[in-house]
């Protein structure tokens, strides 16, 4: 069964919301590591990679199949942030549109009983289960530790060890 060109349409969506999600920890881990928060900003280069191998799975996808996918163009991120907590919170709500839109290709190829997509996407289903649990613990460490210097720095050094735990 061929993929369909909604889906088609769909992943190629996808394929460059991975990228600006790439682009956009890109711009968050300079952030962090001109301010000194040299660990955290080891962590968002961390996601971007991540966010880059999430767009690859994509491309491969489509082209596994004989379809050629659209290679994006990108937005220029916003280099220009207020605080860690402000990133994390951009963060958090950015992978919450992910999730969304992973939601929607699942959907779409559930209805269109194609299940080798479905099958397919069930991985990103699940990936962004930990993406927003990542940025919800993350977030919760500022309600426990607080908001002062020292407290910012410790949660700092938490998202860094977060880094090294990560996979894919
Ligand atoms: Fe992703
Ligand atoms: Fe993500």
Redesign the pocket.
């Known amino acids: 069964m061929k993929i369909s060109s909604g889906l088609t349409k769909a992943i190629n969506d996808q394929i460059a919301m ?1 990228a600006n ?1 790439s682009n956009n ?1 890109l711009a968050m881990a300079c952030w962090c590591q001109i301010n000194g928060y040299e660990e955290s900003g080891n962590f968002f280069f961390t ?1 971007s990679a ?2 880059r191998t ?1 767009m690859m799975k994509f491309v491969t996808f489509l082209s596994g199949q004989g379809v050629k996918p659209v290679i994006p163009s990108t937005k220029q991120p916003s280099q220009s942030f207020k605080s860690l907590e402000s990133i994390c919170k951009t963060a958090l709500k ?2 919450q549109a ?1 999730t969304k839109s992973i939601q929607k290709i699942a959907e779409l190829a559930l209805k269109q009983k194609d299940f080798a997509t479905r099958n397919f996407i069930q991985w990103f289903v699940d ?2 289960i930990e ?1 927003e649990q990542k940025f919800e613990t993350i977030l919760q460490k500022f309600d426990l530790l607080g908001r002062d210097k020292l407290a910012i720095y410790e949660i700092n050094k938490l998202l860094g060890s977060s880094a090294s735990s990560t996979e894919e």
């Open positions: 991975e999600a920890y996601q991540e966010e999430h950015n992978e992910v990936e962004q993406e």
